[in-house]
């Protein structure tokens, strides 16, 4: 599934179709697959649940825009335009259970860790704050960057995250350790930033990450060797969205209003 405007359009890979899926009240800013149905973040600052072409459920958060959605196990979280707060919610009711506010400036985007105990708050500051949902307060820890701000976040694993600071590199932490294991960096081209982190996979070739944003470039890594592995370009406008199609290929949607499949190395 895919996004432009307000419509949702579904794309068969084999054939490279995309119809018009779905039709939403509002401009879609973020989705987010999970098993309730795909979960689109819009404009007017509600949640809308599509499943089999149709809104089965929507809700408004009272917050304004969504700019970010992560969903694990039975809990989603979201964020919001010039908001510095984050919300949790209990699926598939949409019920508010908690609200999480550190007080560090706009929240660009949350991510979920894959049992849903931890959250990683990426925002207006260097940091990533990284807190347990059961006692959420205050962070269990916070991952010192460099950076004026984070812009993409994804759990590799329960340990590993991955990190997208204002610049043009992804750094890989541990977030147990509070350390960082790497710093995946691309090839520049002026006057293009930040990126935007897609979700990785492990393949038989390797563990891989994929990342892009408004330089327009889907850039792909190798988390055993941190080297960079490829660069596809191809859109004409900033890349909001990225995900792993199979362990071989990558799906990129732009601002071009256009969805690009790309052969992973």
């Known amino acids: ?33 999970s098993p309730w ?19 089965v459920r929507s809700w408004d958060t009272g917050r304004g825009p969504v700019r970010s959605l992560s969903v694990a196990q039975s809990t989603l979280v979201s964020s919001h335009e010039r908001r510095s707060e984050t919300d949790v919610w209990t699926m598939p009711e949409g019920a508010r259970v908690a609200t999480v506010d550190y007080r560090i400036g706009q929240v660009f985007v949350v991510a979920l860790a894959p049992d849903a105990r931890r959250l990683a708050i990426g925002a207006n500051s260097a940091h990533v704050y990284v807190c347990d949902l059961a006692s959420p307060r205050k962070p269990s820890r916070v991952l010192r960057g460099r950076s004026r701000c984070i812009y993409g976040l994804h759990w590799i694993d329960e340990d590993r995250l991955a990190a997208v600071p204002f610049g043009r590199s992804v750094d890989v932490w541990s977030v ?9 960096r ?22 891989r990450v994929a ?21 596809g370009k191809g859109h004409e406008a900033p890349v909001h969205g990225l995900v792993f199609v199979d362990a071989r290929h990558i799906l990129s949607v732009s601002g071009d209003r256009r969805a690009l499949l790309w052969e992973c190395p």
């Open 186 to 207: 691309g090839r520049p081209r002026d006057g293009h930033q930040p990126f935007s982190i897609s979700e990785s996979r492990l393949a038989h070739h390797g563990d």
């Open 37 to 55: 149905g795909l979960l689109c973040g819009l404009q007017s600052g509600e949640i809308a649940i599509v499943r089999e072409g149709q809104v």
């Open 211 to 231: 990342a892009a944003g408004l330089d327009q470039v889907v850039r792909i890594y190798s988390l055993a060797s941190h080297e960079h592995l490829a660069v």
């Open 176 to 184: 147990e350790g509070g350390t960082k294991l790497a710093n995946l």
């Open 1 to 33: 599934m895919t996004a432009f405007g307000s419509a949702v359009h579904a794309l068969d890979v084999a054939s490279r179709a995309c119809t018009e899926y779905a039709l939403l009240p509002s401009a879609i800013s973020t989705l987010a697959a």
